[in-house]
């Protein structure tokens, strides 16, 4: 895995470990209350599925987000944000962990 995938991985772990109450090293996350789904999508250049099937979302949520029927979890914000700026990184993170679990990746 490279490092930015790496540094992506430990900070995901992070923010978990302060959702559950358990951070313990100062760390405090600032997550948007929003986050455009569409627009993240649409640079990506990649349909709903298509977006939903290559970073681990259902198409409903994808779609609901979308069309402001929901809001995602602060969880979702974050990954969203992150697909963003490194869509790349989460991308090859997530078929890395795949291949580590010995499930196959799709093409």
């Not at 991985?9 to 109450?21: N, W």
């Not at 649409?42 to 681990?56: E, H, I, M, P, W």
Request: hydrophobic share 40%.
């Amino acid at each position: 895995m490279s490092e930015a995938g790496s540094r992506i991985l430990r900070s995901v772990e992070r923010a978990r470990a302060y959702a559950r109450g358990e951070a313990t090293d100062g760390f405090v996350a600032h997550v948007p209350a929003g986050v455009d789904v569409k627009s993240i999508r649409t640079k990506l250049g990649l349909s709903q599925d298509s977006f939903a099937l290559r970073f681990g979302f259902s198409p409903a949520a994808v779609r609901d987000w979308e069309q402001h029927r929901r809001q995602p979890e602060q969880a979702a914000r974050v990954l969203l944000l992150v697909i963003d700026r490194h869509p790349e990184v989460v991308h090859e993170t997530l078929e890395a962990a795949l291949r580590d679990a010995g499930t196959s990746v799709s093409p």
